[in-house]
């Protein structure tokens, strides 16, 4: 062992957070062990506050420490307007667009019946609830262009038919400042697909 018990244990701690190594976690360890007190304490505080007191927005299933959410509390949103995505950070990278106006409806993962993940341990029914308030016009399918996102976004457009609204998927394609010669086939399938009149 190369370190005291003490500074072992805060590298271990460091290294189960995602996409760290073992190098990294012991710099991060490092960077708080010569950092001031107040500093490690406000850190090590703002970990466990986050912890305790964020839940879950009763209506949209975001992330938030208070029930409804800033955004579905915001009178000037679209409250007919659903956007579903699959991950709360999701909300921030299409936010961050400022060409949203409407709310939105965390699921919490996606159908991955490979991971043992089926319609009922993710946020459908939920979603289903608030549509069925009869408030809803339209619903934009905002889950990932993979295998589960693709295959979730299916079942949730089967699953709304009944209530006659109307049922988008966002565009999936080449981006902006791309290169057709280095564009995979499936993007480049997909963007011939969701082509737009000019």
């Known amino acids: ?32 062990l010569n ?14 506050d986050a912890r305790k007191n964020l839940k879950y927005c009763s209506i949209c299933s975001n992330i938030t420490d208070v029930d409804p959410c800033p955004i579905c509390a915001n009178a000037k949103r679209d409250k007919e307007t659903i956007c579903v995505v699959e991950d709360v950070r999701d909300i921030a990278s299409i936010e961050r667009t400022h060409e949203y106006n409407g709310v939105y409806h965390v699921l919490h993962g996606t159908i991955s019946p490979m991971n043992g993940i089926g319609p ?34 299916m079942y949730i457009s089967k699953l709304v038919k009944p209530f006659n609204i109307k049922t988008s998927r966002i565009a999936h394609g080449i981006p902006i400042g791309g290169d057709l010669e280095y564009t995979d086939e499936v993007t480049l399938a997909k ?6 009149e000019l």
Do not use: C, Q, W, Y
């Not at 062992?1 to 991060?28: C, D, Q, W, Y």
């Not at 950092?35 to 970990?47: D, V």
């Not at 963007?191 to 737009?196: D, I, K, P, Q, V």
């Open 1 to 32: 062992m190369a370190f005291s018990n003490s500074i072992e244990k805060l590298i271990e701690e460091f290294e189960k957070l995602p996409s760290i190594g073992h190098k990294t976690a012991v710099r991060l360890a490092f960077h708080v």
């Open 35 to 48: 950092s001031p007190l107040e500093n490690a304490e406000e850190f090590a505080n703002a970990i466990v």
């Open 120 to 153: 009922n341990d993710i946020k459908i029914k939920e979603l289903v609830t608030r549509i069925g308030n009869g408030d809803v016009k339209e619903l934009i399918l905002a889950t990932n262009p993979n295998v589960e996102g693709e295959a979730t976004a």
């Open 191 to 196: 963007a011939l697909e969701n082509r737009t």
